[in-house]
Every structure is written in structure tokens, then in C-alpha cells.
């Protein structure tokens, strides 16, 4: 049987320490020949300075002398892509080493053009402190307009080259929520997506997570509604998921007051229920039980993520001691 190729497109700036232990999940990809682009996007020295792994001759670099943003960094890795796969790779998330040939193969078993895989949340030492199973292709297609309900941002998404360039490549006009944009493109032009109800991405809690910013994101949020469904009669609940979204990172990293106000911005949106979750974010220890109950995480699942990163976790140069 013949091996698929992929191209993966990985954005990154001014985090090599990050970035050092994300590759080293992409090279372990196992059964796939990879080409690897990283976008370095600005950063204040240059790449191989502090990222060794950049020298590997399966990674091309291209360096943006000024930060022109995410969306447009992935673009000219997609431009510059040699594959008609494309995955992404945000540079502070990792990859299980059967990530793409599992999308691969399901891909090709029920000819679609883009797969999505699950996803667990990790914190700076690579423990999971969240994450659920993948959604159901017909579901996620008809929530898309509510939420982002693709789990793992960019770094779970496959897409054939050509129903990316159908659908349109990602929007520079978003500051956060780029991903969502193209996600409900493509489910227009490509229709259903393939899921891989697999924990294959570990979406990494950091100080520098751009979710925290979630005044950028709501200004993203209000122009995905305006875009793509200005006459949603739903609009208020749609809000409140967005605010009880924007509180999980915050939470999770231990900005305890950022949830506190996301989850009470979600009551005025028409959730009562938030208000529990307010208080919990204030008054209880982050214990993982807590976490999961406000995460609805499903420990199971998670451990299938635990036994792969466990390599990452005994070799991250920057873990928690």
C-alpha cells in the first residue's frame, strides 16, 4: 500500500521553546511522508537560534521580517505547500504519533475532503486537565453557525488542498476566530467533514494562549454572526455559549476572576446556569474532578491521551517542576 503525503503548515512566533516540542510530535508521525512548513512570523531572533529542531531537513522555514498575523502565516504555508493534504499545527499544541495516518486513512475509507480529529487539554507539564470526544460529522455541520464545535482549534484539522482553495483560505480580517470562519466555508463548500473520535491533539494551557484574549474574540464572534447569520433567532443563547467558551482557558491556566467574568458576561447573555459555574471558578480548588465537571471532560477518554504524551512530558524543556 502506498504511504499518503502530507504537508503541515506550522505558525509560530518568538515561542522556540513551545515550538521545540510541537515538531518533535510532527516527526513522530508515523506511516505519512511529511513536508513541514513553519512560518516563523516575526519573532525578535531568528528560529534556528533556539529551535534545533528547524534544521531538520524535513522542515522549510519561512520568516516574516514583521508579524503579518496567524491567518496570513498559515496562507503562505499553504501557498508554499508541495502536498494536496494540508494539515495545521499550532506551534504550542502536540500531535499523538498516529494522528495523520488515522485522519488519512479515514479519509480515503469515507472519501471526504477534511478531517477533524479529538482533543485534550494539557497544562504547561503536559498533564490533561480537560477535553471530550470529537463531535458527529451531521451534528458539528449543523452547529457550526452556533459555535466552533471543531475541537483542537487548527491542529486537528486535515483538508485536500483543493477544497481549502474552494472554500476560501483563512480570513486575516479575524484576530481569534479565523478558524471558525473557514471551518463554516468549508462545511458549505466541501460538506461533512470525517471525525476521528481519537484524543490525537493536545491543546497546551499557557500564559500566552490567544484565547485569554477574549475581547479580540468577541469582536470576531459578533462578525461571524453579522457574516454568516444575521437573523438567527438564537442569537442570545449563541452568546452565552461564546462567554461560557472564552471561560475555560482563563480557568484552566488559574486566572480564576477572567472565568468568574466570562461566566457572568454568559448570565446576562441568558444562562442562568453559569451562575453556578461562576461560583465554582471562584470558591473551589481546581482539583481535576472540578475541572471536569465544568469541562464536561470524559476521563476515560483522556486516557487514551495520557499513555502518548507521556514521552513529551518526560523530555518538555520547559514542564513544571
Known amino acids: 500500500?502506498?504511504?499518503d503525503a502530507a504537508t503541515v503548515v506550522v505558525p509560530?512566533?518568538?515561542?522556540?521553546?513551545?515550538?521545540s516540542v510541537g515538531l518533535r510530535s510532527i516527526f513522530a508521525q508515523r506511516d505519512v511522508n511529511l513536508e513541514i512548513i513553519v512560518i516563523d512570523d516575526g519573532s525578535r531572533r531568528v528560529l534556528s537560534h533556539d529551535c534545533p529542531e528547524v534544521r531538520d531537513p524535513r522542515v522549510r522555514v519561512i520568516r516574516n521580517e514583521e508579524s503579518?498575523?496567524?491567518?496570513?502565516?498559515?496562507?503562505?504555508?499553504?501557498?508554499?505547500?508541495?502536498n494536496e493534504w494540508l494539515a495545521f499545527c499550532d506551534d504550542d499544541?502536540?500531535?499523538?504519533?498516529?494522528?495523520?495516518?488515522?485522519?488519512?486513512?479515514?479519509?480515503?475509507?469515507?472519501?471526504?475532503?477534511?478531517?477533524y480529529s479529538g482533543t485534550v487539554i494539557v497544562d504547561s507539564a503536559l498533564r490533561v486537565v480537560g477535553g471530550g470526544r470529537a463531535p458527529e460529522p451531521q451534528w458539528a455541520h449543523e452547529a457550526l453557525l452556533s459555535a466552533c464545535v471543531i475541537p483542537g482549534s487548527c491542529s486537528s484539522v486535515i483538508v485536500h488542498a483543493s477544497a481549502l482553495h474552494d472554500a476560501g483560505l483563512f480570513d486575516?480580517?479575524?484576530?481569534?476566530?479565523?478558524?471558525?470562519?473557514?471551518w463554516i466555508r468549508l462545511s458549505r463548500t466541501a460538506g461533512l467533514a470525517a471525525s476521528d473520535d481519537y484524543p490525537a491533539v493536545a491543546y497546551?494551557?499557557?500564559?500566552?494562549?490567544?484565547t485569554t484574549a477574549a475581547h479580540e474574540a468577541l469582536k470576531d464572534f459578533k462578525l461571524i454572526k453579522d457574516r454568516y447569520?444575521?437573523?438567527?433567532?438564537?442569537?442570545?443563547?449563541?452568546?452565552?455559549?461564546?462567554?461560557?467558551w472564552s471561560a475555560w482557558a482563563p480557568l484552566l491556566g488559574g486566572q480564576r476572576w477572567l472565568a468568574a467574568?466570562?461566566?457572568?458576561?454568559a448570565v446576562r447573555a441568558g444562562d442562568l446556569t453559569s451562575l453556578g459555574r461562576t461560583a465554582i471558578a471562584l470558591t473551589q480548588p481546581l482539583s481535576r474532578a472540578v475541572v471536569r465537571r465544568l469541562t464536561q471532560a470524559d476521563p476515560e477518554y483522556q486516557k487514551l491521551a495520557e499513555a502518548w504524551l507521556l514521552a513529551y512530558r518526560q523530555k518538555d524543556p520547559v514542564r513544571e517542576s
Open 12 to 19: 509560530t512566533r518568538n515561542r522556540p521553546e513551545l515550538l
Open 93 to 115: 499544541d502536540l500531535w499523538a504519533p498516529t494522528k495523520l495516518a488515522r485522519q488519512l486513512r479515514l479519509l480515503h475509507e469515507t472519501n471526504r475532503r477534511w478531517c
Open 68 to 82: 503579518r498575523g496567524p491567518a496570513e502565516a498559515r496562507n503562505q504555508g499553504i501557498a508554499a505547500a508541495a
Open 172 to 182: 486575516p480580517t479575524f484576530n481569534q476566530l479565523e478558524d471558525w470562519d473557514l
Open 204 to 210: 497546551r494551557l499557557h500564559g500566552e494562549n490567544r
Open 229 to 244: 447569520d444575521p437573523d438567527n433567532d438564537a442569537a442570545g443563547r449563541d452568546l452565552a455559549l461564546f462567554h461560557r
Open 261 to 265: 467574568r466570562a461566566y457572568l458576561r
Open 1 to 3: 500500500m502506498s504511504i
